[in-house]
């Protein structure tokens, strides 16, 4: 029986600025929750919501205020049942609608016409739309042409100091940006995926950097900003949300320990990974001298990815319920929430991925010039200052979300991309170099090994738990700047024996 029906007047819609309701109603159409029919006389088309659609019209109540308005609560929407003999011009329900539009009675188009200018006008407006609130609306894109203007700086002075600066600036907005379209998609995913989905978007820049040093032979490059990466997630971009989360609510915030927990022991297993190599190497006691440890780190990478291949299907298929967040996001929260598409979101993060990419290439082949203008380390610019940049979507996003006191997203982001690039993105690229015949390994030397195991062991005794406050935030940040310093006055050995 039907529940209700409503005319719109296709001509007036090209008139009027409700595009986004016009877009809520006809996505309910055509996913099966209304049927339309065409009006011999006065309208171009006609929505039927038949009394099984509660869903279709609660989302539209909560999506469109003009809908809500027109409902009510739940207890009224039985007072606007109609026959199907009833002429809808002639109800309330279509006055006040046709009232919302400021529409009229009109020519009549076919129901096939308006289908097609439907779906030609969605097509053409939606994606300016996302383009405007992705690439316009926050103001940190104000950096965005920073981008081009190192690229083109590259090519035509060569002087890879304001290459080097350029690029750090035309790369944080685009980081943001990948947060915040990681977030939109995290309205639909929910957040254990939507967590994978960031650290993956937000690791992929440094994917291709690590096969773009690869093929150059900079393996030392490779080790360090991904250890980087590692230590920036853990302690700056963690500690960080742990902070902000805790001052913006004023009270400890829980989480879901058994995550964490399962997180801290492949973190863990990564430090068995990487520590073997190291102390086999440091004291010499290899078995055949220079190709042990690469031997060793080979079969270590190989076990290691088989191991987090287990974890995404322990995580997303035979365990959900100890994966599940402790306040789920509701069906209505997602269609309040979200701002952009779902399919508008994934479009976004591979465009900004790429970009990304592309300008994180020119960074790193200017790396050792910036070590030369500004008279710092390259061990200090690739561990500490291109991870800051390059993890700073998990760090936008992950505070964004300690804000929002949403700490399983904010985990899953932080701690889930240092065990991603831990378990998958340095065993992928020991087994990448094998197959190019680079010599990489799991060898990060004793410093690196011993900085990475020392930070393990902190953010996991701050994780037992299941809780964060700020003052938890506040010593991962300090944590961060002791690391910062040691690296500071680190001088990366030139022997491969040492």
């Known amino acids: 029986m039907p529940l209700f029906g409503i005319h719109f007047k296709a001509d007036e819609w090209q008139k009027r600025s409700c595009y986004m309701e016009c877009d809520i109603i006809m996505s309910a159409l055509f996913n099966g929750g209304a049927e339309s029919a065409h009006h011999e006389k006065d309208f171009d088309l006609k929505l039927t919501f038949y009394d099984d659609t509660d869903l279709t019209l609660q989302n539209l109540a909560l999506n469109c205020k003009f809908i809500s308005n027109l409902m009510g609560s739940t207890e009224e929407k039985t007072n606007y049942l109609s026959d199907e003999g009833t002429p809808l011009k002639s109800s309330p329900v279509a006055k006040n609608v046709l009232h919302s539009f400021d529409c009229e009675t009109g020519p009549v188009r076919s129901s096939p016409d308006v289908t097609r200018w439907w779906k030609t006008n969605n097509i053409r407006i939606r994606p300016l739309r996302s383009a405007y609130i992705v690439l316009v609306r926050a103001k940190i894109n104000v950096l965005l042409p920073f981008g081009p203007l190192a690229i083109l700086l590259h090519y035509l002075t060569g002087k ?5 600066f350029f690029t750090l600036l035309g790369i944080a907005p685009l980081a943001e940006r990948l947060g915040y379209a990681t977030e939109q998609l995290a309205f639909y995913t929910g957040p254990t995926v939507g967590g994978l989905l960031n650290a993956t978007f937000g690791n992929a820049t ?5 096969i773009y040093a690869l093929k150059s032979g900079m393996i030392r490059v490779v080790q ?30 829980v989480f879901n320990k058994g995550s964490a ?9 990564a430090v068995m990974g990487t520590t073997f190599p190291a102390v086999l190497h440091f004291t010499h006691t290899e078995l055949h001298s220079g190709e042990s440890a690469l031997s060793l780190s080979r079969f270590s990478s190989c076990i290691m990815l088989i191991a987090y291949a287990s974890y995404l299907f322990f995580q997303l298929k035979s365990q959900q319920d100890l994966y599940g967040p402790l306040d789920e996001v509701g069906e209505d929260e997602v269609e309040d929430d979200s701002e952009i598409y779902a399919w508008e979101a994934i479009g976004w993060l591979a465009i900004l991925t790429v970009w990304v990419s592309i300008l994180s290439g020119y960074l790193v082949d200017a790396i050792q010039g910036a070590s ?16 800051i940049v390059g993890n700073a979507a998990e760090h936008a996003s992950a505070i964004m979300f300690a ?25 992928f690229c020991v087994v990448v170099g094998w197959c190019m015949g680079e010599p990489m390994d799991l060898n990060f030397k004793l410093f690196e090994t011993a900085t990475l195991f020392i930070t393990v062991l902190v953010v996991a005794f701050m994780l037992q738990e299941g809780t964060s406050n700020y003052f938890k935030g ?25």
């Open 224 to 253: 360090q900003s991904l250890l980087g990466s590692i230590l920036s997630n853990m302690l700056l971009v963690l500690g960080c949300a742990f902070f902000t989360g805790g001052i913006v609510h004023h009270k400890v915030q």
């Open 160 to 164: 890879h100091g304001w290459v080097f």
């Open 403 to 427: 804000m929002k006191d949403k700490l399983d997203i904010t985990l899953g982001v932080a701690i889930g991309s240092s065990t991603q690039i831990s378990m998958f993105v340095i065993p």
């Open 206 to 210: 440094e994917m291709i950097i690590s």
């Open 372 to 387: 030369e203008s500004l008279n710092l380390p390259v061990a200090f610019i690739s561990v500490i200052l291109l991870p």
């Open 474 to 498: 506040l010593m991962l940040i300090l944590c961060y700047l002791i690391v910062a310093a040691s690296f500071f006055v680190h001088i990366d050995p030139t022997n491969d024996n040492d």
């Open 261 to 269: 927990v399962v997180n801290s022991g492949l973190l863990l297993m």
